[in-house]
């Protein structure tokens, strides 16, 4: 049944003009980037050459690239969860899917894996763009897979927290700006960080952005990983709790 869902999420966001506008968008973002990251690497490529370790294509160009894509997840995800269950409130559709013989948590992991295949093509097609250097260049693969991964935790932790937000709201659009607004905090809390102290430690590890930006460097380690699967679960988790809710309190 999970896959079921999965699959009727994943085919009803290829018949909306929305995903489709989305994909195009940001890719043409994306590609705009890769060829100014590119542009710029080139200018520099002379100077670079004389520097001992000097940081390659794959710092310069690759790594840039995904944090820009990173960047644009937080706005691209709230756009594809807010309708993913508030909608179906809306629509009316929703009592009629937990009226039916389906646990509350296939429904969550139906449409989580739904919307993840349709971010996976993002982020693969994306990839496609360092990878094209390989015809010319060599990368570093260990550290472009490692920042590959870290985008594929942070569009999985993005999409748990906005369908949360999504079985919270009857309206789209709060359920909209209210993951976007999380998403946005969790980015830059560690910039309120002062003085190397416990509050400062604390707020660090709680960045989306600071455990991204490790992987980007090539540094897979249990701690990052950890961060995001708990991130991943909890939102999972409290909105399987949400619906089980409205399932007994409707």
Request: charged share 10%; with cysteine.
């Amino acid at each position: 049944m999970i896959l079921t869902i999965a699959g009727r999420e994943w085919r009803g966001l290829f018949y909306s003009p929305l995903a489709w506008t989305l994909l195009a968008v940001m890719q043409a973002l994306l590609a705009w980037v890769f060829l100014s990251l590119l542009q710029e690497f080139l200018t520099l490529q002379g100077r670079l050459a004389g520097l001992e370790a000097a940081p390659g294509v794959t710092d310069l160009v690759a790594a840039p690239l995904l944090k820009v894509a990173g960047w644009l997840l937080l706005i691209l995800t709230p756009l594809l969860t807010m309708q993913a269950i508030s909608g179906e409130q809306r629509r009316h559709t929703l009592d009629l899917l937990l009226a039916a013989p389906v646990a509350g948590y296939e429904i969550v992991l139906g449409k989580f894996l739904g919307l993840l295949g349709f971010l996976l093509i993002v982020i693969g097609l994306c990839s496609l763009m360092p990878l094209a250097l390989l015809a010319g260049t060599a990368l570093d693969l260990g550290k472009l897979a490692a920042g590959l991964l870290g985008l594929i935790l942070l569009a999985a932790s993005c999409l748990a927290a906005g369908l949360y937000f999504s079985a919270a709201s009857s309206q789209p659009v709060a359920a909209g700006v209210a993951t976007f607004g999380l998403l946005l905090l969790l980015w830059i809390i560690d910039a309120a960080a002062g003085p190397a102290t416990e509050t400062a430690a604390l707020l660090g590890w709680l960045s989306l952005a600071r455990h991204f930006e490790t992987l980007l460097q090539g540094l897979v380690n249990s701690a990052d990983l950890a961060y995001y699967l708990l991130f991943i679960v909890s939102f999972l988790t409290l909105t399987v709790r949400r619906l089980e809710n409205r399932r007994l309190y409707p």
